[in-house]
T-cell receptor, first 112, second 116 residues
Framework: DQQVKQNSPSLSVQEGRISILNCDYT??????FLWYKKYPAEGPTFLIS?????DKNEDGRFTVFLNKSAKHLSLHIVPSQPGDSAVYFC???????????FGAGTRLFVKA | EAQVTQNPRYLITVTGKKLTVTCSQN?????MSWYRQDPGLGLRQIYY???????DKGDVPEGYKVSRKEKRNFPLILESPSPNQTSLYFC???????????????FGPGTRLTVT
C-alpha cells in the first residue's frame, strides 16, 4: 500500500500560468514533506520542504501547501517556465530524515 | 564540488553474477541511502545508513546487501542478481541532525542496471 500517492502521472501547463501538483499521504506520523525535481539522466534534486507543524512554505516561484486534516499537500509553481518541465516527486520523511517515502512522480510539461 | 558519485552508470549483466555498485560522497554526510526507481512506483528505499557500521533496511531490501565501512562510501551489493532487479538505482546522502531538523538529500546521477 503506497503511503504517498501522486495520482496524476502527468500535467501540461502553458508558460506563465500556474502549475499545481498534488500529493496525498496516509500516515499522520510523517514530520516533513518534500518535493524533489528530476530531469532525465540526472538524480533528483531537492526543491522545497514543509514541516508538519506548518501549512505553507514559500521559496521564490515555488509554494508548498499542507492540509493535515485532508492528508494532502500541493506544490504551486507561479509563473511556470519551460525549464520547470521535469518529473516532480512528492516525499514524506520521519524525524531525522532517515526513512523517506516517495510518491510515483508527476511529469510536468510547460509549453512555451 | 560537492557531489555524490556512482559507478558504473550503466551495467548489463546476467542472472546470478554478483555485482557491486559503488557510491561515494565528498560532503562528510553521516546519512546515506539507496533507492530504486521503477515506472509507476517512484523511488523506493532499499537500505540506509545513519553512520559508519550502522545500516538498516528500507522498504525493498530483499536481494540486496550494503556495507558502510567508511563514512564516504556506501556500496550496494547484489549477490545473485535476478531480472526483477532490473531498475534505475540512486544513491543519496545528507547530514544527520536532531530529531526536529530536516536536511535535504543529495542524489547521485543514477545507475541503470539490466539483468538478463
Amino acid at each position: 500500500d503506497q503511503q504517498v500517492k501522486q495520482n496524476s502521472p502527468s500535467l501540461s501547463v502553458q508558460e506563465g500560468r500556474i502549475s499545481i501538483l498534488n500529493c496525498d499521504y496516509t500516515n499522520s506520523m510523517f514530520d516533513y514533506f518534500l518535493w524533489y525535481k528530476k530531469y532525465p539522466a540526472e538524480g533528483p534534486t531537492f526543491l522545497i520542504s514543509i514541516s508538519s507543524i506548518k501549512d505553507k512554505n514559500e521559496d521564490g516561484r515555488f509554494t508548498v501547501f499542507l492540509n493535515k486534516s485532508a492528508k494532502h499537500l500541493s506544490l504551486h509553481i507561479v509563473p511556470s517556465q519551460p525549464g520547470d518541465s521535469a518529473v516532480y516527486f512528492c516525499a514524506a520523511s520521519n524525524t531525522g530524515g532517515f526513512k523517506t517515502i516517495f510518491g510515483a512522480g508527476t511529469r510536468l510539461f510547460v509549453k512555451a | 564540488e560537492a557531489q555524490v558519485t556512482q559507478n558504473p552508470r550503466y551495467l548489463i549483466t546476467v542472472t546470478g553474477k554478483k555485482l557491486t555498485v559503488t557510491c561515494s560522497q565528498n560532503m562528510n554526510h553521516e546519512y546515506m541511502s539507496w533507492y530504486r526507481q521503477d515506472p509507476g512506483l517512484g523511488l523506493r528505499q532499499i537500505y540506509y545508513s545513519m553512520n559508519v557500521e550502522v545500516t538498516d533496511k528500507g522498504d525493498v531490501p530483499e536481494g540486496y546487501k550494503v556495507s558502510r565501512k567508511e563514512k564516504r562510501n556506501f556500496p550496494l551489493i547484489l549477490e545473485s542478481p535476478s531480472p526483477n532487479q532490473t531498475s534505475l538505482y540512486f544513491c543519496a546522502s545528507s547530514k544527520a541532525g536532531p530529531r526536529d531538523t530536516f536536511y535535504e538529500q543529495y542524489f547521485g546521477p543514477g545507475t541503470r542496471l539490466t539483468v538478463t
